[in-house]
T-cell receptor
Framework: SQKIEQNSEALNIQEGKTATLTCNYT??????LQWYRQDPGRGPVFLLL?????KEKRKERLKVTFDTTLKQSLFHITASQPADSATYLC???????????FGPGTRLSVLP | EAGVAQSPRYKIIEKRQSVAFWCNPI?????LYWYQQILGQGPKLLIQ????????DSQLPKDRFSAERLKGVDSTLKIQPAKLEDSAVYLC?????????????FGPGTRLLVL
């Protein structure tokens, strides 16, 4: 069956460290993978998109990798700050860039 | 640019009652999505509109849920009758159609509690 898993329900790290979040999928062949941030009581906010032929994408302190052989994406936040505390969702497409399906999310807490 | 608007923000009803949610997407966005997000889970797509036509409603429980997007702008999602398991946040999102893999812009959601 099709499945999207994100490494853990919650991740606690110390301020200044690098947070690494994992998104694994089975029985999907996504052409695109997106990462979103969701704060309590709010809708998800788009952060980054990576295509199947891209190995890595960066935006400021954020870095995403996409390994279609391992069926995995890694999301890194370098020099993490308490303001980065939120739930992070990965989403992948089911139909060449359309019909994105979301993972369960990882709740990140950056401790001062 | 105004974001995606949703109302109401909160709703409490008893089971077997009906409820409706409203969404106004970002101006000019042709694609509109309704998602259901149960506590601790990621959003689950219920229905996707392209203008006023339905693109995907495969996960919409059609015996109790209905949605429409008249004139290809605003949309309403209705539940009738509601069940306890419908308690969730209902998110509306929109995207433009300049191409595929477009970013989805989400509204704040409507939090529904069914007692």
């Amino acid at each position: 069956s099709q499945k999207i898993e994100q490494n853990s329900e919650a991740l606690n790290i110390q301020e200044g460290k690098t947070a690494t979040l994992t998104c694994n999928y089975t029985n999907y062949s996504p052409a695109y993978l997106q990462w979103y941030r969701q704060d309590p009581g709010r809708g998800p906010v788009f952060l980054l998109l990576i295509r199947e032929n891209e190995k890595e994408k960066r935006k400021e302190r954020l870095k995403v990798t996409f390994d279609t052989t391992l069926k995995q994406s890694l999301f890194h936040i370098t020099a993490s700050q308490p303001a980065d505390s939120a739930t992070y969702l990965c989403a992948l497409d089911r139909n060449y860039g359309q019909n994105f399906v979301f993972g369960p999310g990882t709740r990140l807490s950056v401790l001062p | 640019e105004a974001g995606v608007a949703q109302s109401p923000r909160y709703k409490i009803i008893e089971k077997r009652q009906s409820v409706a949610f409203w969404c106004n997407p970002i101006s000019g966005h042709a694609t509109l999505y309704w998602y259901q997000q149960i506590l601790g889970q990621g959003p689950k797509l219920l229905i996707q509109f392209q203008n006023n036509g339905v693109v995907d409603d495969s996960q919409l429980p059609k015996d109790r849920f209905s949605a429409e997007r008249l004139k290809g702008v605003d949309s309403t999602l209705k539940i009738q009758p509601a069940k306890l398991e419908d308690s969730a946040v209902y998110l509306c999102a929109s995207s433009s159609d300049r191409g595929r893999q477009e970013t989805q812009y989400f509204g704040p959601g409507t939090r529904l509690l069914v007692l």
